[in-house]
């Protein structure tokens, strides 16, 4: 199983929006609604910003948000602050082999 | 307030077995509608997922790792275990342990509880 395919970097200035794609196949990502990305900043563990590829769990700020299109899922941060400069991971059920999957992960850089 | 917290070696000789256990606390382990995972960061690099067990002691792995891992869960210490055989230098990574909730009928999950995260580093 292959990891997702993500950006390894992408940047904004404050208050800017960043989107950050997540390309997998028809057997992951393509095959179901169940993307989530996590967000990690330096030396912590990852936290939970969106599930089931569109929601939010509670506490995380609707300036995050995410979609699907075919084989691709997006993350979006709108309205960028300095404390969303992290990695991102988004993360896929695999299920042909009743896998999980995780993406190569995206720097974000507040400018 | 659902915990997590893993324990074991922080450095394993090549060839020999990484033991690492995860306890959890706040809930039960045995709770329905969650899985629990193990899931390895190597310095400066991506996720990657190691496997899970579910509540009923049924496990998967990822094909990478599948010769060389073995999940176990131990419910009246409400706590659950990884091993990995026959490490190597690759094998150095900080290893998180996770629960997943998982709705058995829609199909959702997702990881909503990590540990802390320990470093293991393999080395003679």
């Known amino acids: 199983q292959s990891a997702l395919t993500q950006p390894p970097s992408a940047s904004g200035s404050p208050g800017q929006s960043v989107t950050i794609s997540c390309t997998g196949t028809?057997?992951?990502?393509?095959?179901?609604?169940?993307v989530s990305w996590y967000q990690q900043h330096p030396g912590k563990a990852p936290k939970l910003m969106i599930y089931?590829?569109?929601k939010r769990p509670s506490g995380v700020p609707d300036r995050f948000s995410g979609s699907k299109s075919g084989n691709t899922a997006s993350l979006t941060v709108s309205g960028l602050q300095a404390e969303d400069e992290a990695d991102y991971y988004c993360?896929?059920?695999?299920?042909?082999?009743?896998?999980?999957?995780f993406g190569t992960g995206t720097k974000v850089t507040v400018l | 307030q659902v915990q997590l917290q893993e324990s074991g070696p922080g450095l394993v000789k090549p060839s020999q077995t990484l033991s690492l256990t995860c306890t959890v606390s706040?809930?039960?382990?045995?709770?329905?509608?969650?899985?629990w995972s193990w899931i390895r960061q190597p310095a400066g690099k991506g996720l990657e997922w190691i496997g899970r067990i579910y509540t009923s002691g049924s496990t998967n792995y990822n094909p990478s790792l599948k010769s060389r891992v073995t999940i176990s869960v131990d419910t009246s210490k409400n706590q659950f275990s990884l091993k990995l055989s026959s490490v190597t230098a690759a094998d150095t990574a900080v290893y998180y342990c996770?629960?997943?909730?998982?709705?058995?009928?829609?199909?959702?999950?997702?990881?909503?509880?990590w540990g802390q995260g320990t470093l293991v580093t393999v080395s003679s």
């Open positions: 089931e590829v569109s």
């Open positions: 706040g809930g039960s382990i045995s709770s329905g509608s969650y899985y």
């Open positions: 028809s057997s992951d990502v393509g095959g179901y609604n169940y």
């Open positions: 993360s896929s059920y695999a299920g042909s082999n009743n896998l999980e999957v």
């Open positions: 996770a629960r997943a909730y998982y709705d058995i009928l829609t199909g959702t999950r997702y990881f909503d509880y």
